[in-house]
């Protein structure tokens, strides 16, 4: 395994990296000023910075390598895939080394009859789902961007189908993992129940690069189901809402998705997305998944629901592009909040709480970000409720200074923010 010895200052550091870089990747190294500003953010917030090189890997191999020679002279690494983040997961710290896998798309194993296949950590959802279509299976993680698998395992990416085919946590059946000194480690396997050993794998999921570079994902797949059915309900008061969705979650209703958006969400959504239809009050999304007797059981009682929590009425969407529609929609909510305010920086984050907590939370949240200079939409995917901040670039720029807290139930909810979020826990 390559070597570099330790050099006292950073920059130095970096010459001697690079060179072992360019060794040994070769042309999978650049250090291009335009290939670096790329690097160099994601999505949201205005945290950027230039890593010193980016390196392109296509197979686990390039991983170690590039790992084992930064290692050795304390450069650090950032793992990049599709650059979707929106919390600022793939902003390098100064002197890094961004590290690019969106070069390893194979999806090398599909087992059809055990309903599992492994594939490259730079292999997006939607891709996946296309090399799947004939086989009846799919993958159903959908947090809504065109995330790469190792990214969307990295973060625990959850999305609006959670609430029937669980996160990540529950479709990763195993990992190949490149630890920070180049090691490369299997966790987990194939079957879908083991008892031996510690499950390195759910360590892995959520780990958010700290322990290691996912590489390649064992994942479960499910059947494609025999009938979709899309509805959206609205409601005049916030409340009625969540209590609707809770008491759908609770009455054990085998729902596909159920998302909630806000009044001032769905305002931005009607304009962004041509809603013209709707109104621009809360709104509930529903899908329906299963057996046509199936489908049929849960609509009536998630209608009857809505009825006795002053629900208006169903609007539906029977056909792939009317549920197409709806749903890119609700994907594009964080599109149609930036474009609320042109120019304004988007600060997005989220907080969990028990789902019986929901609506107190969202109800508490409300007046707190009603504050000059910020529009604070909602949406939630069961128990978890997504804000966005919107700042104009004045108040940006002041660099406000603001922290605030709340309990809810037993579960305290802080924010501390210099400019920009540093996060929320629940």
């Known amino acids: 395994m390559p070597n570099v010895s330790f050099v006292p200052h950073a920059a130095d550091r970096l010459t001697a990296v690079l060179a072992q870089l360019k060794t040994y990747l070769g042309e999978k190294v650049s250090t291009n000023h335009a290939v670096c500003e790329a690097h160099s953010h994601g999505e949201a917030l205005d945290l950027a910075r230039m890593p010193a090189a980016v390196i392109f ?82 993958f159903p993680v959908d947090p809504g961007g065109e995330a790469t698998l190792g990214g969307m395992c990295a973060t625990r990416a959850s999305g609006t189908a959670a609430v029937h085919y669980g996160t990540m946590k529950e479709n990763v059946l ?7 000194n180049g090691e490369v480690i299997k966790t987990g ?19 958010e690069g700290t322990l290691g570079i996912i590489t390649e994902i064992q994942l479960r797949l499910h059947g494609i189901p025999e009938q979709l059915s899309a509805a959206i309900c609205q409601f005049e008061n916030l409340e009625d809402a969540v209590r609707t969705a809770v008491e759908i979650i609770q009455a054990g209703v085998p729902i596909a998705r159920v998302e909630l958006m806000d009044d001032v969400q769905m305002a931005a959504s009607i304009r962004y997305s041509g809603l ?88 508490a949240l409300r007046p707190i970000f009603r504050l000059p200079g910020c529009r604070p939409p909602f949406w939630d995917m069961s128990g978890m409720v997504i804000f966005t901040r919107l700042s104009s670039p004045t108040t940006a720029r002041r660099g406000t200074d603001r922290r605030w807290s709340l309990t809810v139930g037993l579960w305290p909810v802080h924010w501390n923010w210099k400019g920009h979020a540093v996060g929320s826990t629940a």
């Open 174 to 180: 195993g990992l190949t993992v490149v630890m920070a």
């Open 189 to 207: 396997g194939r079957v879908r129940k083991s008892s031996t050993g510690y499950d390195l794998t759910s360590l892995f999921v959520g780990s």
């Open 57 to 138: 890997a296509q197979t686990t191999e390039d991983v170690s390598t590039a790992l084992a020679i930064c290692h050795a002279a304390y450069v650090p690494v950032v793992a990049f895939g599709a650059g979707t983040s929106v919390e600022g997961h793939v902003t390098p710290p100064e002197h890094a080394i961004s590290l690019d896998l969106s070069r390893m798309t194979e999806v090398l194993q599909v087992n059809a009859a055990d309903m599992d296949c492994r594939v490259q950590a730079g292999l997006t959802r939607q891709d996946l789902n296309a090399r799947l279509r004939d086989t009846g299976l799919f």
């Open 276 to 363: 013209d239809e709707l109104r621009p009050i809360t709104t509930l999304f529903f899908e329906f998944a299963g057996a046509p007797a199936s489908v049929r059981e849960q609509v009536a009682v998630t209608e009857m629901l809505a009825g006795d929590n002053n629900g208006l009425a169903f609007a539906w969407a029977d056909t792939p592009d009317e549920r197409n529609r709806l749903w890119k929609a609700r994907h594009n909510a964080f599109w149609a909040v930036k474009a609320l305010c042109p120019g304004a920086r988007v600060i997005s984050t989220d907080c969990i709480v028990p789902i019986s907590r929901l609506a107190e939370l969202i109800v």
